[in-house]
């Protein structure tokens, strides 16, 4: 299905770069950078860094990336239709003892992404329609091996989510600040357990000030506040939130380094755990490729 859905979406791409030259229409394969930045806050989102919890020393280690196959771009890239593909997954380290990670708990995230985006005097417009699978598993850090049990009686299930998810948001630049807010909703096609609540909501903001702190070298050195709260859950609904504070080396839209405090209060970000409430404050750092 997904396959089919980037097939049609070439063809039409193609179809109208044909029969409108004059419109200014450029098809573009393998653009730079992407249409639609990842939400900062958001853990569902593909990144490659480590978040250390100060008060129990776990980490989340994520690894993953997402990349723009193919954009339309319309009157000098004022507005831009683009279409990419999104792998990741993070994972839950109890310890690093023996200098190895011990990992216990791993979400994994594929599927594929349209975007749209759209320029307007000192603002901009975006949308995302995701297509994502979601699986979560239970490893070998989950398990004792000398008594031959998991840790803590919890033991693996088969968690899976198939979901859609549409994300709108507009960014404001001016007086040296850029300002981004932003809702949604997905809807999950296939879910288990089934218990678990088919649709889920989400609204954040991120705010960045790329001139408060210089420059270096030649980048930005970006303060930002950002806040991602998503609502989901099995058999009621529940509230989750993160609030992050950091610095990013670099354009706020371009590659760069992340460096970052977190707060995380609701349901377990680790899906194995769904059923588990937690709170933890983090420090960590991430790369943007952008």
């Given at each position: 299905?997904?396959?089919?859905?980037?097939?049609?979406?070439?063809?039409?791409i193609q179809f109208t770069y044909t029969a409108f030259p004059q419109n200014g229409l450029v098809f573009d394969l393998f653009p730079s950078g992407l249409n639609f930045i990842p939400l900062k806050a958001n853990n569902q989102e593909a990144r490659l860094?480590?978040?250390?919890?100060?008060?129990?020393?776990?980490?989340k280690v994520d690894i993953g990336n997402n990349v723009d196959l193919l954009a339309?771009?319309?009157?000098?890239?004022q507005i831009v239709v683009a279409a990419g593909i999104e792998f990741m997954a993070y994972a839950f380290s109890r310890s690093y003892a023996?200098?190895?990670l011990q990992i216990s708990a791993v979400d994994g995230f594929f599927g594929g992404n349209l975007s749209f985006s759209k320029r307007l005097p000192n603002s901009s417009l975006f949308a995302r329609l995701r297509i994502i699978h979601n699986s979560a598993h239970l490893v070998d850090?989950?398990?004792?091996t000398s008594n031959d049990v998991w840790i803590d009686g919890k033991e693996p299930i088969p968690y899976t989510k198939d979901f859609g998810e549409i994300t709108i948001a507009h960014q404001i630049s001016e007086h040296d600040v850029d300002f981004k807010y932003y809702g949604g909703l997905a809807y999950a096609t296939l879910v288990r357990p089934s218990e678990l609540k088919?649709?889920?909501y989400h609204v954040g903001i991120e705010t960045a000030f790329p001139k408060l702190l210089g420059k270096l070298v030649d980048d930005d050195v970006n303060l930002f506040l950002a806040g991602h709260f998503f609502l989901d859950g099995a058999h009621k609904y529940l509230g989750?939130?993160?609030l992050m504070l950091g610095i990013k080396i670099g354009g706020w839209t371009k590659k760069g380094v992340v460096f970052y405090t977190s707060y995380y209060a609701g349901r377990d970000m680790f899906s194995s755990y769904y059923d588990r409430r937690i709170s933890k404050f983090g420090i960590g750092f991430s790369i943007d490729f952008i």
């Open positions: 299905m997904k396959i089919k859905a980037y097939l049609i979406f070439l063809v039409i860094g480590v978040l250390y919890y100060t008060a129990t020393t776990n980490l339309l771009k319309m009157n000098e890239e023996g200098q190895r850090g989950s398990y004792d088919r649709f889920n989750s939130s993160q």
